[in-house]
């Protein structure tokens, strides 16, 4: 038993544990390890280090950051490994990139966020909410600019063909996708069959969202005349979009289901059908909950696709079989790209950050709807 | 959609829903239009999408608009086809919005410049570099030009205004600008870019030395060119482009309707100005059904008549079109009729 | 009602690996029979052939006849559901539902298939299984809570409530108390002599004791080396098995120092 | 024998299974006649250019010349959005999966989750408006310093609106989508082997290496190529980000053009032989996800056997 | 080298709920000890305190003192993966790593501490840790196939080997042969007789022969009811506590008619 002697032990675990001078035991376990301090007393080091780094080629707050994070991983790592060991080092530097990684993708969440609220806010009002384009003009825009009064307009049409859109596009692809993952992970098994979907599948999630709108338009061209233009159409598009991450996020979800819980289910003389569904899907809820709204998310963003299949509207409109259609983001584009004043943006500006934000916001919302369906069902921990 | 009008006896009120699609530029003026226009005629609806001209072309073609607007009239063969859902008269296209092209320019204290068409034509070309160019400051005596590079700015999207900016340096400056004229910047001329009008608007405010070409109505605070006209340099103005347009010759062997035009980029009639944009609508000569003739009717005219176009012209700001050219453009709307 | 289980030449594959080869066996309804063995020999892959289960594996499939009560398994058009629901089966890793609380565990085989049944039923229901599985002291006071909160011998008494909730005509167990303590292994015990009136029980075990204890019959499989298929080696009366086995090999094992 | 009582009552319940995975077969057939309709339909479009005389197509010479640098170009986006995406979204998921404190967790996995929330009209106007002038001074320190470097050969692009920039826009719009599928199942790897390594005497990161990586990693490429997807496809964010051009071999230079944005860009005004032009650039992007996508599978299949899953 | 274990008022708490109650407990180096009683009592818990794997349960978290030869666990500055890399542990269930080999299982623990182990050294204490757990034979062909295709038995005593080949100098085992058969129960008994001369063991078991036959001191746990905490009950020589037994709970325990 001793023909590899492959530990890392302390140096001294085979003697007698020493007394250190006060006479407390010192503990062998804790030898070779970094005091408490030393996090802490790397980071000011980093800091003041980052600070010198950053005034020799003209300070600023960003390059202040960037060297005070990267001295400090360097650091800490070659420090813990000096101290503690390089598996004690690789272990720190890990654990320091993952934090500077989560850190470094706040960093564009919360300019972007910043962006969003800092234009937005100021147009979120009543009238904004619960008000079309309908009526609003140039010439009214440039009055309110002239005369200071207040912008006129809202977002309630786009805020309704949001909401009609992507709810009709998810009610198609949410059972298409869940149902084709469950072919895939419960009935195809690793059949020919099985294999093509996956690949298509794959290659769905590359197809431009502006394609998928041509391709929509095309579709409803052939079925119904060359004027079909209506949310509807819309929602097929959209549907192309996210059936791919439905479907992919789900067959994951299903995929790391244990086995053994199936199992369960079939020696208890459950159907198939009723063991994927009671069972399975339950399990799994919470990552195909996530799925969903990450697809939702994904689509109900898009603009090219909407501006193809469901034209423009100024006006409300329930109807996603009849007439056009507006969405947030087609808001948003047109009163970014193509201001109802050219002379005076402002106005629109602030409309399409208002909108934006209201976007964003309805996506929150639906995250938190998604998140607690998921707790519902979700497996329950502890006791 | 629902696009067929639904009711409307002859010569009274209408009702229903029209449809258009094309040219961006309109948009403005569109949601003018239709504001206006749904205000005078309750229970009509106008809708338009600015999906672009070609776009609109194509669907108007296709039957899938019952009018588009472009910026660009229907060439022959397009007339041609459009017999397969206008009838055997085919579709026709009418001036409806008029608007100057600023060559417009981010150059801290100065407002205006006197530019040839050669010189913008070079600096486009990227064969004139700094701003303190003497062929810059050959036009511009007293103006303390800086020694900044210029950035020249063009939309990378296809673009009517890019055509008509591009079509005026082919026709007033054939020596320097050997491209071929059309909606697509040169693809060697690598320059900075934007999308859409906004866009290269934007980009140019934010760079000290940039250059574009853009909607008049558009470029906000930055400064403009004058550009040279005969012996004069014209300033942009609304009044000038409508003098422009009065240059224009029509367009030989078309229809009886039909008002498309030939600009004249290279008129030397002193206060014309000549980089502009003319934006057409495309109407059917006849509308399968007189509620939906009724309605087209009445919308250019609407359109086209003088409130019409003092509407637009307040909201999208663009000049109006001339008294002259409009009340030929109404008579020729006036001439829709129905099927037989 | 129990059930007779007739097992005619049987082979059973993992796609082409012979992991089970040529059983015969007859087990009588209303008894105890023990697959004993080596670890690898195959009696968890026979077993699971005695209720389609290792249809569920990929890859798995037999050649031969199971006939229950003269029925065969495999005939075509007979429908696995019909006899799983039949021919129940708990494993050897405790396996609870995770999204359901412990009742609803109890209820699974019940309620998954949406069987109607009342309030009143259910609670009686539940507290028989429990009890039955001689968990029902411990959990009674949090049947909402999750069953995966338990400990790993609780959980799988929690398996075995929920088989017995259905009223199989045969369970077959697969080393059950492998994870139990003396005192629940004990109830198990106790609770297999019980279901034995009413039922055919098929059990897995290392367990010599637990075999001796509770079974009428042994099989004793062997395996005569790796990627060799598994056999049955000998199939008589405990006692015989125990005391007077015809074949050495049984001999051998069974007279290991362990229990 | 009589007949087999177990198949007499046998059939009643199929019913239900019968329905339940014809249905299932049915969305995945669905699916295939989606996508076959979307080809067949992008090739009746796109099929006069392929026929067409090289002097009609955009820039006079054939397809193919047209379209080999913006497949570059879109190659590139797409690459250094994945470059940056990949590492950085795994590592957020690994941060909310097993660094975080556990309470904190959902929240934060919900705050990274926003950023799929943001249209991607918002992401270009962000783009163009905050994050390109706030690059313009980096991209002028890697010419004057790196600049013998072809990616980052000077002069640095005034406005910011390079393909770099695009890059980085596009791994920002990635990133919640790889961060929440890796996340969902980071947080499913069995405890069993994470306590398997942690009992081995592993530190943290060593039982990631040993036990949540391998069990997550086929799903961690199925994140990969769903972003990949939503990279390639991306059109309005680039086209408003972009300052497009001829390939250049610079990052930091306005040039380079995408297949979907050059779509996008063109398609309002485009008509006849040019709209078949750009269809058939959506063709091509359709083959590249396609062969992309063909080499992640091989990728997956040849762990097969050695997968996690059950 | 092995060291001894000195547990010294120990709680053990899930959140807020007291699992293990004021332990304390000397456990000799070169010793075998065992824990032995009821399901649910925190055998498990307890156990997982001495190398601090209860902290990967959430919730989980102790009061007092386990000092491994006089150094505090839990004492602040001490890193448990180091305490993890002298006290090792087998599970209950049987846990190989799925997307390795059966060789790279085997080396898992051994490659985290030496990355240039020579290609030899490795195969030979692959195999030296293989036949310890006596699994050499059926797997030998098979060293590069996933672990996680063998039988649950396999699996177990491919843990066994795993934990074996890092050497630690105290092997923490939870239930290791519940799942496993007689022949492999008794190399993994012979092993832990062998161990101890070298090594500290401490054994959880179900298994009262199994304890008699391996252990040199026993500890029994108990438990009041649910939702109390378990406690120790009385931890003595192996020999006293089977044949005089000071308290009556463990009369009973161990005087069951079970093994
Ligand atoms: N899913 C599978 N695929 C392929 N071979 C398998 C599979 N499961 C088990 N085997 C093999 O089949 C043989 C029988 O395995 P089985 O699990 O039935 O043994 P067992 O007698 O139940 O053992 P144990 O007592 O350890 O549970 C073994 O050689 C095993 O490696
Ligand atoms: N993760 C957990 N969270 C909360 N409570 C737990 C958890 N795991 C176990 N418990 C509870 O702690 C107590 C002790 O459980 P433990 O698993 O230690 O018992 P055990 O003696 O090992 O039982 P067995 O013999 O069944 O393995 C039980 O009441 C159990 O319900
Ligand atoms: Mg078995
Ligand atoms: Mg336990
Ligand atoms: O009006 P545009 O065609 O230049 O966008």
Known sequence: MSAVTTRNLPKNSSRKPGLTPNGRKRNSLSKGHLPRWATPGIAAGSLILGAAASTLGGFSVVTFAIFTAIIFVVASAIITTVVEGSRRGKNALATHLVYAAFLLALIPLVSVLFTVLQKGLPGINMHFLFHSMNGVTGAIDNASVENGTPVLGGAYHAVVGTLLITMWSTLISVPVGMLTAIYLVEYGKNGPLARAITFFVDVMTGIPSIVAGLFATALFAVIMGPTARMGIVAAVALSVLMIPTVVRSTEEMLKIVPNELREAAYALGVRKWRTIAKVVIPTAISGIASGVTLAIARVIGETAPILVTAGLANNINVNVFGNWMATLPTFIYYQILTPTSPTNVDPSIQRAWAAALLLILMVMVLNLGARLVASLFAPKKGR | GTDAATSGSAGGAVTGTLTGSGASSQKSAMEAWKAGFEAANAGTMVQYSPDGSGAGRKAFLAGGAQFAGSDAYLKDEEIESSKEVCGPDGAFNVPAYVSPIAVAFNLPGVETLNLDAATIAKIFKLEITKWNDPAIAATNEGVSLPDTAITVVHRNDESGTTENFVEYLAATAKDVWDYEVSGDWPKDLASENAKGTSGVVATTTATEGAITYADFSAVGDLGTVNVKVGDDFTKISADAAAKGVEAATPVKDRGALDMSLDLKRDTTESGSYPIILVSYHVFCSTYKDQATADLVKSFGEYVLSDAGQKEAATSAGNAPLSAKMSAAAIKSVEQITVAK | ?259 | MTTNALRRNGSKGQVGDKVFSGAALGAGILILVTLLAVAVFLLIQALPIFSADPELVSGGEGFATYIFPIVIGTVIAAAIALVIATPVGIAVALFISHYAPRRLAAGLGYVIDLLAAIPSVIYGAWGYLVLAPALVPIYAWLAENLGFIPIFEGPASQTGKTIFTAGIVLAVMVLPIITSLSREIFLQTPKLHEEAALALGATRWEMIVMSVIPFARPGIISAVMLGLGRALGETMAVALVLSTGALIPSLIKSGNQTIAAEIALNFPEAFGLRLSELIAAGLVLFVITLVVNLIARAIIARHKEFSGAN
């Open chain 3, 1 to 259: 009602m129990s059930k007779r289980i007739d097992v005619k030449d049987l082979n059973v594959y993992y796609t082409n690996f012979l992991a089970v080869e040529d059983v015969n066996i007859e087990i009588e309804a209303k008894s105890v029979t023990a697959f004993i063995g080596p670890s690898g020999c195959g009696k968890s892959t026979f077993l699971r052939t005695l209720n389609r289960m290792h249809e569920v594996i990929p890859g798995g499939r037999v050649e031969g006849e199971v006939l229950l009560d003269g029925d065969n398994l495999y005939e075509s058009g007979v429908d696995p559901v019909t006899v799983r629901s039949q021919i129940g089966m708990v494993f050897q890793r405790p396996n609870p539902f995770p999204t359901m609380s412990i009742r609803d565990n109890v209820l699974a085989g019940v309620k998954l298939n949406s069987k109607k049944i009342s309030r009143s039923d259910a609670e009686d229901l539940v507290e028989k299984s429990l009890r039955g599985a001689n968990l029902w002291n411990e959990v009674k006071d949090r049947l909402d809570k999750p069953g995966s909160g338990l400990s790993g011998g609780q959980q799988q008494r929690l398996c075995i409530a929920r088989t017995i909730a259905v009223k199989p005509q045969v369970i077959l167990m697969d080393e059950p108390c492998s994870a139990l303590d003396p005192i629940s292994t004990l109830a198990i015990e106790d609770l297999i002599n019980e279901l034995k009136n009413e039922f055919t029980v098929v059990i897995v075990t290392h367990n010599m004791q637990q075999a001796a204890r509770v079974s009428d019959k042994t099989a004793f499989f062997n395996i005569a080396g790796t990627g060799k298929p598994g056999k049955l080696i000998e199939y008589a009366e405990t006692a015989t098995i125990f005391s007077n086995p015809t074949v050495k090999a049984t001999e051998d094992y069974v007279s290991g120092r362990f229990g």
